[in-house]
Nanobody
Framework: QVQPVESGGGSVQAGGSLRLSCTVSRNIFSKNALGWYRQAPGKQRELVAVITTGGDTKYVDSVKGRFTISRDNAKNTVYLQMNSLKFDDTAVYYC????????WGQGTQVTVSS
């Protein structure tokens, strides 16, 4: 498996929560900082959260305090806990390394209704 496999998206009302999961190969997981990206219709794909192999995290300003990225080393999985969702969070969410070095997966759709 080279492409990440994302899951956990869905449709929620504003203020709701979702937890996204992304599984990658062990080789990729153990050697790279991993990030969650999103792409809304008509917009460029943007990096919203990153977690290093050591567990340090960074977030884009628009999600700080609402989203939490984490990684489970035993499962080669990175998570994105999204709380207090807003309409503007509607997008397809993808994971990749912080440098976008692996093929993109299918992504998972998040739709927030206001």
């Amino acid at each position: 498996q080279v492409q990440p496999v994302e899951s956990g998206g869905g449709s929620v009302q504003a203020g709701g929560s979702l937890r996204l999961s992304c599984t990658v190969s062990r080789n990729i997981f153990s050697k790279n900082a991993l990030g969650w990206y999103r792409q809304a219709p008509g917009k460029q794909r943007e990096l919203v959260a990153v977690i290093t192999t050591g567990g340090d995290t960074k977030y884009v300003d628009s999600v700080k305090g609402r989203f939490t990225i984490s990684r489970d080393n035993a499962k080669n999985t990175v998570y994105l806990q999204m709380n207090s969702l807003k309409f503007d969070d509607t997008a397809v969410y993808y994971c990749n390394t912080d440098l976008r070095t692996v093929p993109w997966g299918q992504g998972t759709q998040v739709t927030v209704s206001s």
